[in-house]
């Protein structure tokens, strides 16, 4: 009896898989720079203060 070899398993690749990959490629890097990372907006000192003190009056 002959027996034939058994071919190793391939990965089969379909149209989302590829497109999975693109997306890492594109993306990936992007949050591993920190260019996508949140940053807290930065207000005026002054602008701060009045808004301070508007708050204050408001409050007494």
């Not at 497109?19 to 602008?47: C, H, M, S, V």
């Amino acid at each position: 009896m002959h027996r034939q070899p058994i071919p190793p398993l391939k990965q089969v690749d379909n149209e989302e898989d590829v497109l999975k990959r693109k997306i890492q490629k594109i993306f990936y890097p992007l949050f591993w720079d920190g260019i996508t990372t949140a940053k807290e907006p930065k207000t005026n000192a002054n602008e701060e203060s009045e808004e301070r003190k508007k708050w204050l009056k408001w409050w007494k």
